[in-house]
């Protein structure tokens, strides 16, 4: 009956000592909160309850909106503007996973293969956030330009035939087209997916790779069961990072598009600034609220996630 | 023995509860003026929550805590003349070393510390490293820091909570001394809350030992060693054979008591356990105060000494000693340590053996307690 | 084959810097077209070398006014939001209370919602309210939105904090507003640090929420929407590449002061 004691497991439950949240003032918490929170009640959720019910409002400009409980107008919005709607998933989707490819690579160099050159590239990738986007998404209209010479080497190697034949191109141009479009929204949420991505690949323990090798694993092989699953929290909050703003996104489609690449932001700040139609903006920017916040919650559950960013 | 009894800790039906569940079950302890005294247990036993309440950092729900004649169950942690040394150091990684040291001194007001923060880097060897970030100290030297930053203000207790847990075994036994040494040279009330025993029994004067909320024995690391009382405090501290066993006669200052087949004596002082006759009672034996003898030398084994007969499970030479494995129609498992004086080739795994040792250094349990507590390898509530 | 051993090793280097490239070839055209001297009203072909819009940085009606507006904002807006922020963050990790799961959803939304939404509905409370759009509706939407961004940068510094230095603050006689001082504020400033610089970013780029809600207010990022239809100037570009060296150059001096640092002590 006996054996050596070095440190025996806990008996009881954790002494409780550390508890994270501790009562100090009953009521310190809640000045703390209230100036901030009353920001973003008045601010922000008020707001949206404002636009829930001009949305159902009918009425002129000159005359006054009343509240009717016009649900037409959603409908209507709707079936006008469903093209656009679309339009913006897809850009949106189609500019996120283009981010996911191209950021990976770049997210992982930083991560793990930078060595001394880490900082550096973390300040690269930062610094353009400090030029204007707007100055820099004018910046692709140089380098997309019709006699520039990336459409001349997409000519020439017949690339844009097949984005032509795609529809995502038309004629000898890449401005004003769908792809110039999607390439502006990749660029300009290229470092909302790295910087999520490389914060949670940094916190991979190198060793693991090791562990994986030593287990037989091929490097891709390492990457697929090891690296990938474990940047997951990276992955989600980056895309949502880019989908999010890519969705509601105009300026791109405004700058770098036509007539043809218009998205619903673009609608929305149509009927809101010049139209002035506030209750169709209104349901507009509420159906796309709506459908965000519904898209953005399926995948969160289904991805496992529940913190972010 | 000084007369000042300003630094005597006394906590007087001190408890602690979360809701359902009780840290500390109500306690009466005293430490006096100038002791090292230890708080012993595994984690979760209370023992960092008595801690915590000394220092003021958790409200009891019971009880007082009094420093000399001073009530200070209700003082904050910033009015009490008591400092900590606490786990994993908590040095402020924004201030270099002097700054950390000078902290407490700064908060009460006092201007020129530079001579008085000097002298106690000084003391604990680290008056190169002033300037320093925490962060850029190894682990002994971020350790002497958080001594230095609690002694500078002379506080009437000085507490460490597993002060000493973050280091590797080699530095802890070096800081083990070292905070021996300090703690003689300063001359204050040192109470120290750790899970190592055999930290607690190097430096300690006087040991509490912990478990589930309430302190299982206190006493001098010897007597506690030597002398448990309890099933918990027999296997925590160090290793004991327990054997159960039936009270066969009881005269005086021996008790006799019936193990297999064997009769073994114990003192009737040494026996924790009521033990009326006919009774179960729990036989202690430490491993090293056990001697081996092959089957066939039973002969030479003197007369009086308690005995049992056995046979050598598995043997494992460690350096000084040999730690057998013996199974005994009375007990299975019995560990006995053997110096490694003269080894007998005989004695390996099947042999026949007798195990025989003093009855004065065998003590008595009740047997009404669970027999493994404290082994580290009991079944967890 | 060592030309593809070598491709395939190198293959994540060759993807990452091809990404790096990508994120900083627009910036080498800004920098480029800063020196140009073009045609007509569009800054967007190459045409001859030029230093006068560097020698003329505000050589443009009201450029230069709309980003003294834009820096105004953006330097308000930073204080409000980070104020407003590290407040709430201090109280979310450290005090419990009802209506954590409502308040944890209140900022998360709004990181979570298209900014035209965001923009078009506070359009709608100011028009509704009748407020007159300019300086103070900007301020008041970019604080909405730099806050919660605040709250995340300051929330994950003083979770990860160790609840013990502030324990041995009160152990080694600092009160309640010492210990804030002295230790929580000191260790927490990398976090709110971070909040307040990307408010700044924030605040000074945006262009969709201040679109909405700035009345006839002309902020740098609307001089630019604005001009690329009327024409852009060179000066564009000018502000844009010394935005972009300040930032770097910035950066750089800190690293090299806090790595002196370093090296002087250790």
Request: proline content about 5%.
């Given at each position: 009956?006996?054996?050596?004691?070095?440190?025996p497991?806990?008996?009881?439950?954790?002494?409780?000592?550390a508890?994270?949240?501790?009562?100090?003032?009953?009521?310190?918490?809640?000045?703390?909160?209230?100036?901030?929170i009353?920001?973003?009640?008045?601010?922000?959720?008020?707001?949206l309850?404002?636009?829930?019910?001009?949305s159902?409002q009918?009425?002129?400009?000159?005359e006054?909106?009343?509240v009717?409980?016009?649900?037409a107008?959603?409908?209507?919005?709707?079936?006008e503007y469903?093209p656009?709607?679309l339009?913006?998933l897809?850009?949106a989707?189609?500019?996120t996973v283009?981010?996911?490819l191209?950021?990976?690579?770049l997210?992982y160099?930083?991560?793990?293969?930078?060595?001394?050159?880490?900082?550096?590239?973390?300040?690269?990738v930062?610094?353009p956030?400090?030029?204007?986007?707007l100055i820099?998404?004018?910046?692709w209209?140089?380098?997309?330009a019709?006699?520039?010479?990336i459409v001349?080497?997409?000519?020439?190697?017949?690339?844009l035939?097949?984005?032509?034949?795609?529809g995502w191109?038309?004629?000898d141009?890449?401005?004003?087209?769908?792809?110039?479009?999607?390439?502006?929204?990749?660029?300009n949420?290229?470092?909302?997916m790295?910087?999520?991505?490389?914060t949670?690949?940094?916190?991979?323990?190198?060793?693991?790779?090791e562990?994986?090798?030593?287990?037989?694993?091929?490097p891709?092989?390492t990457?697929?069961k090891?690296?990938?699953?474990?940047?997951m929290?990276g992955v989600?909050?980056?895309?949502?990072l880019?989908?999010?703003p890519?969705?509601?996104?105009?300026?791109?489609s405004e700058?770098l598009?036509?007539?043809?690449?218009?998205?619903?932001?673009?609608?929305i700040?149509?009927?809101?600034?010049?139209?002035?139609?506030?209750?169709?903006a209104?349901?507009?920017?509420?159906?796309?609220m709506?459908?965000?916040?519904?898209?953005v919650t399926?995948?969160?559950?289904?991805s496992?996630?529940?913190d972010?960013v | 023995?000084?007369?000042?009894?300003?630094?005597?800790v006394?906590l007087s039906?001190i408890?602690?509860?979360?809701?359902?569940?009780?840290?500390v079950?109500?306690?009466?302890?005293?430490?006096?003026?100038?002791?090292?005294?230890?708080?012993?247990?595994?984690?979760?036993?209370?023992?960092?929550t008595?801690?915590r309440?000394?220092a003021?950092l958790?409200?009891?729900?019971?009880?007082?805590v009094r420093l000399g004649?001073?009530?200070?169950?209700h003082?904050?942690?910033?009015?009490?003349p008591?400092n900590t040394?606490f786990?994993?150091?908590?040095?402020?990684?924004h201030?270099d070393?002097f700054?950390n040291?000078?902290?407490?001194?700064?908060?009460?007001?006092?201007?020129?510390?530079?001579?008085?923060v000097?002298?106690?880097?000084?003391?604990?060897?680290?008056?190169?490293?002033?300037r320093k970030?925490?962060?850029?100290?190894?682990?002994?030297?971020?350790?002497r820091?958080?001594?230095?930053?609690?002694?500078?203000?002379?506080?009437?207790?000085?507490?460490?909570d597993?002060?000493?847990?973050?280091?590797?075994?080699?530095?802890r036994?070096?800081?083990?001394?070292?905070?021996k040494?300090?703690?003689?040279?300063?001359?204050i009330?040192?109470i120290?809350v750790?899970?190592d025993?055999?930290?607690?029994?190097t430096?300690?004067d006087?040991v509490?030992v912990?478990?589930g909320?309430r302190?299982?024995?206190?006493?001098a690391?010897?007597?506690?060693?030597?002398n448990p009382?309890?099933?918990?405090?027999?296997n925590?501290?160090?290793?004991?054979?327990?054997?159960?066993a039936?009270?066969?006669?009881k005269?005086?200052?021996?008790v006799?008591?019936?193990?297999?087949?064997?009769?073994?004596?114990?003192?009737?002082?040494?026996?924790?356990?009521?033990?009326?006759?006919?009774g179960?009672?729990?036989v202690?034996?430490?491993p090293?105060?056990?001697?081996?003898?092959?089957a066939d030398?039973?002969g030479?084994?003197?007369q009086g000494?308690?005995?049992?007969?056995?046979?050598i499970?598995?043997?494992?030479f460690i350096g000084?000693?040999?730690q057998?494995?013996?199974?005994?129609?009375a007990?299975?498992?019995?560990?006995v340590?053997?110096?490694?004086?003269?080894r007998?080739?005989?004695l390996?795994?099947?042999?026949?053996?007798?195990?025989?040792?003093?009855?004065a250094?065998?003590f008595?349990?009740d047997a009404?307690q669970?027999?493994?507590a404290?082994?580290?390898e009991?079944?967890?509530a | 084959?060592p030309?593809?051993?070598?491709?395939?090793?190198?293959?994540v280097?060759?993807?990452?810097?091809?990404t790096?490239a990508y994120?900083?070839?627009?910036?080498?055209?800004?920098?480029?077209?800063?020196?140009?001297?073009p045609?007509?009203r569009?800054?967007y072909?190459?045409?001859?070398?030029?230093?006068?819009?560097?020698?003329?940085?505000?050589?443009?009606?009201d450029?230069?006014g709309?980003l003294?507006?834009?820096?105004?904002?953006?330097v308000w807006a930073?204080?409000?939001?980070t104020?407003?922020?590290?407040?709430i963050a201090?109280?979310?990790?450290?005090?419990?209370f009802?209506a954590r799961?409502?308040?944890n959803?209140?900022?998360?939304?709004?990181?979570?919602?298209?900014?035209?939404v965001?923009?078009?509905?506070?359009?709608?409370?100011?028009?509704?309210?009748?407020?007159?759009?300019?300086?103070?509706?900007?301020?008041?939407a970019?604080i909405?939105?730099?806050?919660?961004f605040?709250?995340?940068?300051?929330?994950?510094?003083?979770?990860s904090m160790?609840?013990?230095?502030?324990?041995?603050?009160?152990?080694?006689?600092?009160?309640?507003?010492?210990?804030?001082?002295?230790v929580?504020?000191?260790i927490a400033?990398?976090?709110i640090a971070?909040g307040?610089?990307l408010?700044?970013?924030?605040?000074?780029?945006?262009?969709?929420?201040?679109?909405?809600?700035a009345?006839?207010?002309?902020t740098f990022?609307?001089?630019v929407?604005?001009?690329?239809?009327?024409?852009?100037?060179?000066q564009i570009?000018v502000?844009?590449?010394?935005m972009?060296?300040?930032?770097?150059?910035?950066?750089?001096v800190?690293?090299?002061?806090t790595?002196r640092?370093?090296?002087?002590?250790?």
């Open positions: 009956m006996s054996t050596l004691t070095e440190a497991p806990p008996l009881a439950p954790a002494e409780p000592a508890e994270a949240p501790r009562k100090r003032g009953r009521f310190t918490p809640y000045w703390l909160l209230l100036p901030g009353l920001w973003l009640i008045v601010f922000f959720a008020l707001p309850v404002y636009q829930a019910s001009t159902v009918t009425g002129s400009l000159e006054g909106y009343k009717t409980w016009h649900f107008t959603y409908w209507d919005a709707l079936s469903w656009q709607f339009r913006s897809c850009y989707a189609g500019a283009l981010c996911l191209l950021g990976y690579p997210a160099l930083i991560a793990f293969r930078a060595g001394r050159w880490r900082n550096l590239i973390m300040i690269l930062i610094a956030f400090f030029t204007s986007f820099r998404t004018l910046a209209k140089t380098i997309l019709d006699n520039g010479p001349h080497a997409l000519n020439s190697l017949h690339v035939d097949l984005t032509n034949w795609l191109t038309a004629g141009r890449v401005l004003a087209t769908p792809l110039a479009v999607v390439c502006g929204l990749t660029y949420f290229l470092p909302f790295i910087l999520p991505l490389y949670s690949l940094e916190r991979i323990d190198g060793r693991l790779h562990a994986a090798g030593d287990l037989y694993a091929k891709w092989t990457f697929r090891v690296t990938f699953p474990l940047s929290p989600v909050s980056g895309t949502l880019t989908f999010i890519a969705a509601g996104d105009y300026v791109n700058l598009g036509s007539t043809d690449t218009r998205m619903i932001g673009n609608v700040q149509t009927q809101f600034l010049r139209i002035l139609d506030y209750p169709t209104a349901a507009l920017s509420f159906i796309l709506a459908a965000i916040l519904a898209m399926i995948y969160i559950r289904r496992g996630t529940e972010l | 023995m000084t007369t000042d009894n300003s630094g005597d006394r039906g408890g602690k509860t979360y809701g359902a569940f009780t840290a079950h109500p306690l009466d302890l005293t430490v006096p003026q100038g002791s090292f005294f230890a708080l012993l247990g595994a984690s979760g036993c209370g023992k960092t008595t801690l309440m000394i003021g958790e409200q009891p729900t019971s009880g007082t004649d001073q009530d200070v169950t003082l904050p942690p910033y009015k009490r008591v040394v786990q994993s150091y908590a040095l402020f990684p201030l070393i700054e040291v000078a902290f407490g001194l700064r908060r009460r007001g006092i201007k020129s510390v530079k001579k008085q000097e002298e106690m880097l000084e003391l604990v060897q680290l008056g190169e490293q002033a970030k925490p962060h850029q100290l190894s682990g002994g030297q971020q350790q820091v958080a001594v230095a930053r609690a002694l500078i203000n002379h506080p009437k207790v000085l507490l460490l597993e002060p000493l847990g973050a280091l590797d075994l080699k530095l036994r070096q800081m083990q001394l070292e905070l040494r300090i703690q003689t040279e300063v001359g009330t040192f120290h750790t899970h025993q055999e930290e607690a029994m430096m300690a006087t509490a912990m478990n909320g302190v299982e024995q206190l006493g690391p010897t007597d506690l060693y030597e009382k309890t099933t918990f405090v027999a925590f501290l160090g290793t004991s054979n327990l054997i159960e039936e009270v066969d006669t005269d005086g200052a021996d006799v008591v019936k193990a297999g087949g064997d009769k073994l004596v114990l003192p009737a002082a040494r026996c924790s356990a009521p033990a009326p006759a006919g179960k009672v729990l202690g034996i430490r090293e105060k056990i001697a081996l003898a092959h030398d039973a030479a084994v003197p000494r308690n005995r049992l007969t056995g046979k499970a598995d043997a494992s000084v000693s040999t057998y494995v013996i199974d005994s129609p007990c299975a498992g019995l560990s340590y053997v110096q490694n004086v003269e007998d080739a005989r390996v795994p099947g042999a026949d053996v007798v195990l025989h040792w003093s009855p250094h065998t008595g349990l009404a669970a027999i493994d404290g082994t580290g009991e079944v967890a | 084959m030309v593809v051993n070598w491709l395939k090793r190198h293959l280097v060759i993807a990452g810097l091809f790096l994120l900083l070839l627009p910036n080498v055209i800004v920098t480029v077209f800063s020196f140009n001297k045609k007509g569009f800054n072909q190459w045409q001859r070398f030029s230093l006068d819009a560097w020698k003329k940085p505000c050589g443009v009606a450029m230069c709309s003294s507006i834009s820096l105004q904002i953006a930073t204080l409000g939001a104020v407003l922020g590290t407040m201090f109280a979310l990790v450290r005090y419990r009802r799961g409502a308040i959803s209140l900022i998360f939304l709004p990181m979570a919602m298209p900014e035209v965001m923009a078009a509905s506070l359009l709608t409370l100011f028009l509704n309210l009748g407020a007159q759009l300019g300086f103070w509706t900007i301020l008041i970019h909405m939105f730099c806050l919660s605040v709250v995340t940068a300051v929330k994950a510094r003083v979770m160790d609840p013990r230095l502030e324990e041995a603050a009160r152990d080694l006689y600092a009160g309640p507003v010492q210990t804030f001082l002295r929580t504020l000191p400033a990398p976090g971070a307040a610089l408010s700044f970013a924030l605040s000074f780029d945006d262009f969709i929420i201040t679109n909405f809600n009345g006839s207010t002309v990022p609307m001089f929407w604005g001009s690329a239809q009327r024409g852009t100037p060179v570009n502000i844009g590449t010394a972009f060296l300040l930032a770097v150059l910035f950066v750089l800190s690293m090299l002061i790595n640092r370093n090296h002087q002590k250790a």
